[in-house]
């Protein structure tokens, strides 16, 4: 993910309104001072158990559709706690997740829209985080990749008939410190077992019930351009669904190490989101775009 220290301002974007709501209208909060009452399924599961049986859950629900279309509005204030109007923006998408490839193009005004660009949005990238869709259990990578890097695609296939269960005893890349019921929730505190600018989790909320993700405060990384200045960053990204898919609706980003330039504080919203049967070949690869500037998608 990439802070730009110099962008233009963006403002609105028209796209229909239902995708945006019912995509990541998040839950209300849990509140701690609640009076817990009764039972969970879940709340007397072993740790490690019940982290795998999170993860699974929200595995199941992968391999991400085909094809994603969000907005993107990202906004950070200056150093002096300000709005920075002048390095927020806010950016349309089609992505294709196969190889997670994407046209994006900025939004300068309700009616304005900037050029055609190629990107391929993730997080602990030297871009910007996305898309809603991600696999928040993945690792980070070990370098920094450029845009031009392809990466694995996610399997497809049919789910194999169930003859058995194995309940794993520890984790490879991660330990639970800490389990607590907090109202209709349970709030799982992790910390990694190995190579922690990887695995990234640092605490995990579920809904009690169906262990869907509610929220999850995560690491990633701030990047600065054109030096090799790099920052740890904590992000606390609150989730949503949409068409049965678990996905990103806000992102609060906090950067640390000592950082204390503009930017130190940056939050992201995705909105409109919608998951298309098919998109045109051409929107994924950028030596086409000149040929179909007549056809640029709104």
């Not at 450029?146 to 890349?173: M, N, W």
Request: hydrophobic share 35%.
């Amino acid at each position: 993910m990439l802070w730009l220290l110099v962008f233009a301002p963006l403002l609105a974007i028209v796209t229909p309104a239902v995708a945006s709501t019912a995509a990541c209208v998040a839950p209300s909060p849990a509140a701690s001072a609640t009076p817990y009452k009764g039972p969970g399924p879940h709340d007397n599961d072993d740790p490690t158990k019940l982290f795998v049986e999170v993860r699974n859950t929200f595995r199941s629900h992968r391999p991400p559709p085909a094809y994603e279309v969000y907005t993107l509005d990202r906004k950070q204030l200056t150093d002096q706690g300000f709005p920075d109007y002048a390095n927020s923006y806010k950016v349309k998408y089609w992505v294709r997740n196969l190889d997670r490839a994407a046209l994006t193009r900025k939004i300068y005004r309700s009616i304005n829209r900037g050029e055609m660009t190629f990107d391929r949005p993730a997080f602990n990238e030297e871009r910007d985080p996305g898309p809603p869709t991600a696999d928040l259990f993945e690792p980070a990578p070990v370098h920094s990749h450029p845009v031009t890097f392809v990466p694995t695609p996610e399997p497809v296939q049919t789910a194999l008939p169930i003859i058995g269960s194995v309940v794993a005893k520890g984790l490879f890349d991660y330990r639970v410190t800490a389990v607590a019921k907090e109202g209709d929730e349970l709030h799982l505190s992790v910390l990694p077992t190995r190579d922690p600018d990887r695995n990234r989790l640092r605490e995990i909320y579920v809904d009690r019930t169906t262990l869907e993700l509610r929220k999850i405060v995560a690491t990633d990384k701030l990047f600065i351009l054109g030096t090799s200045d790099v920052y740890g960053v904590t992000f606390t990204i609150t989730m949503g669904s949409f068409q049965t898919y678990p996905v990103v609706c806000d992102i609060h980003g906090v950067v640390g190490d000592g950082y204390s330039g503009d930017g130190s504080t940056i939050d992201y919203t995705f909105r409109d989101i919608s998951f298309p049967s098919t998109l045109p070949a051409w929107y994924f690869d950028n030596k086409q775009y000149a040929q179909h500037e007549s056809e640029e998608p709104m």
